[in-house]
C-alpha cells in the first residue's frame, strides 16, 4: 500500500541547534526493512541527568523496566534506540536482548549499565537479533557528531508519514538554553503496532529529581493529552536528559522554589504540546485535528474523562471525517463518559458556533455556517457541562477509511 | 448508500407463538421516512407486571425517565414505541411530547399514565411532531391483534438490515410457558446515532419485584456483555412483561427460592443472549463475530474489564477484519485495560490455537492453521491472564471500512 504523507506535515522541518557534547549517530541496521535508518545513538559526552515516563500497560517491554530501574541512578551517558521491532512479549530472550545492547553500549561508552538507556519499537512478539545492533554501535560510537537532529528523527520513525522536531530557546534566568525534542507516533507497523517515543535535551542545569517533577508536570497536558485510537503501547517512552553545557556562572536547579522552574516548565511544556500534535495530526489516516475543550465540570479529572470519552468515540470520530457537525454524538459521549452531567445544562459549540442549550439544540443555530467550518482540518469542539470550573483539553484526529486499511488491509 | 443485509441474518425469521392477550398493532406515522412502519403499540388486555433496565447515559431521553419512573408501580397495559426520532436532547418540548403520546395512550387504554410505556429510536436532538402518533393510537388500540410478531420488529428497525426475534417454551414447574422477545440494533440512523431497544413478553404469572431480579441477573452476561463500538446511547432499554395467563393451578412466582426462578433466568437468559448477538451481527459494516473470553483474571470484574478493553481496541477490531490473528494487539489491550496482569503468565488461543505462552509467542505456533481459521465468520479469541479464577466473556463484531462509510460519508 502506498502511504500517503500527512496533510499535516510540515513543508520544511524545524532546524534544531547544536548541543555541546550531544553528539548523534544513526545507521541501517536491518532489523526489518533494508535501506532504513532504523538505529539511533545519542552519546553524551559528560554523564547528563535524566528523568522519564513511560507507558501503565502491564504488558511493557523489558526496554522499559530497565529504564525505570536506571532512573534511581539519575545519570545518562548514552541513549540507543532502534525501530522495527519493539522487542515486547518476547519473553526471557527478549530481557537477554535488552541486556546485550545496554552491556555493549556501557562497555563502549565507558559508562554503568544504568547510565545507558534503550527503546524499541516495531513488531510485538517477534525475537530481535541483537547482532546486528551490536556491530554497529562500537563505530556509531566513535563517528557520532553533534547535530543530526533530523537524521534522528528520521531513524525512530515507524509508520509516521513525517519527521516529528521541535526546538525552544529562551532566557533562564540570564543565560540562553536550548531544549531540542525528537518524537514517533502512535501509529501502526504492519503486521504490528508500533509506540510513541519522544526524546528531549537541553543544555540547561538541572537536577534529575527537579526534572522529573517537571516532566511529570509538563507531559499531563501535552503527551498525557492526546488520543489517536484510545490504544495504548506496551512500550511508550519519553525521556529528558539535561547536560548543564549552557551554564555560565549559574548554579544547577535543585529546588522548586527557584524562580528557573516554572520557566523550564513553561517551555518544556510547549515543547512537548508541539510534538504531541504532530503525534496526532500523523494518526494513522487522520484528516482532521480534533480539539476537544470541556469546562464546567465537577473537576477536572471528570472534565478530562468526558473529553476523552468524546475525543475516543467513534461515532464522533466519523462524523469528522465526514465534516458533519454531529452535536448528537457528542451528547451520547458525554452521556456516557459516567461522570457527573446534566442533560438539560449542556452547551456545545463547533469552533464558534453554538450548536445545543439548555437541553435542546441551539434556536439561532445557522447550519450552513456550521457545514462550512466544518470543512475546515482543525476542528475545535467545546462543551460547557454547566456544573463547577473542572477543565480539559485533549487532542484527537479523525476516524476515516484510511486508518481501518492501514490497521487491516495487509492480510485481506 | 445501498443497504447491504448482513451476512448474518436469519435465512427465515422464527415464528414467534401467539400469547393470549398480548395484542400488537404496526403502522406508518412518517416520522422519517414514508411507507416505513415506525410506529409499534403491544396492548396488554389484562394489566401486566413489568420490569426494565435503561441506559446509564447522563443525556438520557425523557422517555427513559418515564418508564424508570413507572416502574414503581409496576403494573403495564400499554407500550408504544417509534423509530426515526429518539425525541432524546429536546428540551421542554421533547418532554411535553413523551407526556402527550403517554397522556394519549393511557386515555384510550383506560389505564393510568404509569401503566404506560414509552421508547423511541432515531435521530437525536430534532424535536419530534406527536400529531403523527397521537392520530393514529385509537385505531391501532382497536385493530391490535394477538401474533405479528415479525411487524413489530421491523417497525423498530432504524439501520438494523434484518428484524431481530426469538423465542422460548419450556416446562415451568408443571406448565408450560412461553418467551417472546425482540430487538433493535445499536446502529446509526443517518444522520445521528440510534439506540439498542428490547422488548420480551411471556405468559408466565411472576411479580415484578422478582421478574426486576432475574432481569438483572439475566442482562448481565447478555446484553451487558456486547459491545459493537463502546458507544451508548441516550436511550437503550430493555423491558419484560409478564401476563400470568399460562397459569393454570400455579402460583405467582413471588419468591427467589421458589424453584421455578432459576428455571426462567436461565430461559431468559438464553433469549436475551440469542437477541444479544443478532444485535452484534447486525453491527454496522460488521463481517466477522468476535467472542472474547478471560479465564484466570483475579475477579470476574477484572476478567469483563480485560475482555472489554480487547473487545473495543480498534487495532484489534481492524485486524479482525483483516482476517489477521494479531496476538500482539490483543496483548497491548490487556496491558492497557489497567487491571492486574502478568505479561509473563499470559497465554492467548485464537480457536483452538495457542499463540502466545509464557510473555512470548507461542514455539509451536501453525501460522498457515491460524490463517484459515481467521477466514471464519466467528472468531474466538481467548486470553488466560494466570493469576486467578475470574472469568468474563463479551462478544463484539469487527471495525470494517463499511463502518466508517455509515457513520461518515453521508454528507461527504
Redesign the interface.
Known amino acids: 500500500m502506498a502511504v500517503k504523507i500527512s496533510l499535516f506535515s510540515h513543508k520544511q522541518p524545524p532546524e534544531l541547534p547544536l548541543l555541546s557534547g550531544v553528539r548523534i549517530a544513526t545507521a541501517k541496521a536491518g532489523i526489518k526493512y533494508k535501506d532504513c535508518t532504523d538505529l539511533l545513538l545519542i552519546v553524551f559526552d559528560k554523564p547528563a541527568n535524566v528523568a522519564g515516563v513511560f507507558?501503565?500497560?502491564?504488558?511493557?517491554s523489558s526496554a522499559v523496566d530497565h529504564c525505570r530501574a536506571s532512573l534511581l541512578h539519575g545519570i545518562a551517558r548514552g541513549l540507543v534506540v532502534n525501530s522495527g521491532n519493539a522487542n515486547?512479549?518476547?519473553?526471557?530472550?527478549?530481557k537477554q536482548t535488552t541486556n546485550a545492547i545496554v552491556h555493549s553500549a556501557s562497555s563502549i561508552l565507558k559508562a554503568r549499565e544504568d547510565e545507558i538507556f534503550i527503546a524499541s519499537t516495531g513488531?510485538?512478539?517477534?525475537?530481535m537479533d541483537e547482532a546486528c545492533i551490536l556491530n554497529l554501535l562500537p563505530d556509531m560510537a566513535s563517528t557520532a557528531e553533534e547535530g543530526c537532529w533530523l537524521e534522528a528523527a528520521k531513524a525512530i520513525m515507524t509508520t509516521d508519514t513525517f519527521p516529528k522536531l521541535a526546538t525552544r530557546q529562551f532566557d533562564f534566568g540570564g543565560e540562553l538554553v536550548t531544549i531540542n525534542g525528537i518524537a514517533k507516533g502512535a501509529g501502526?507497523i504492519a503486521?504490528?503496532?508500533a509506540t510513541m517515543l519522544s526524546f528531549v535535551v537541553s543544555d540547561a542545569a538541572i537536577s534529575s529529581d527537579i526534572l522529573q517533577m517537571m516532566l511529570s508536570e509538563a507531559v499531563q497536558e501535552t503527551f498525557n493529552s492526546i488520543t489517536v485510537?484510545?490504544?495504548?503501547?506496551?512500550s511508550d517512552t519519553l525521556m529528558i536528559f539535561t547536560t548543564g553545557k549552557a551554564k555560565s556562572c549559574l548554579p544547577c536547579l535543585t529546588s522548586q522554589s527557584d524562580p528557573r522552574y516554572w520557566i523550564f516548565v513553561k517551555h518544556l511544556r510547549e515543547l512537548l504540546h508541539e510534538l504531541a500534535l504532530q503525534v496526532v495530526c500523523d494518526g494513522e489516516g487522520a484528516r482532521h485535528l480534533i480539539e476537544v475543550s470541556v469546562i464546567g465540570a465537577t473537576t477536572n479529572s471528570a472534565a478530562k474523562t468526558i473529553a476523552l470519552s468524546i475525543a475516543?468515540?467513534?461515532?464522533v470520530k466519523?462524523?469528522i471525517?465526514?465534516?458533519?457537525a454531529?452535536?448528537?454524538?457528542v451528547?451520547?459521549?458525554?452521556?456516557?463518559?459516567?461522570?457527573?452531567?446534566?442533560?438539560?445544562r449542556?452547551k456545545i459549540w463547533f469552533g464558534e458556533h453554538r450548536l445545543?442549550v439548555?437541553?435542546?439544540?441551539d434556536p439561532h443555530y445557522n447550519e450552513e455556517a456550521v457545514?462550512a467550518y466544518?470543512k475546515g482540518q482543525h476542528i475545535k469542539i467545546c462543551v460547557d457541562i454547566g456544573l463547577g470550573s473542572g477543565k480539559a483539553t485533549i487532542w484527537s484526529c479523525?476516524?476515516?477509511?484510511e486508518?481501518?486499511?492501514i490497521?487491516?488491509?495487509?492480510?485481506?
Not at 513488531?123 to 525475537?127: C, L, M, N
Not at 475516543?312 to 461515532?315: F, T
Open positions: 507507558t501503565r500497560s502491564k504488558c511493557r515486547a512479549f518476547t519473553g526471557h530472550k527478549g513488531v510485538i512478539g517477534e525475537p501502526m503486521p504490528d503496532m485510537d484510545s490504544d495504548t503501547s506496551t475516543n468515540s467513534p461515532l466519523t462524523a471525517a465526514g465534516e458533519d454531529n452535536w448528537g454524538r451528547v451520547m459521549a458525554i452521556g456516557k463518559a459516567g461522570v457527573e452531567a446534566d442533560r438539560d449542556l445545543a439548555n437541553g435542546e439544540r457545514s466544518m479523525d476516524l476515516t477509511k486508518y481501518v486499511a490497521n487491516g488491509d495487509y492480510r485481506s
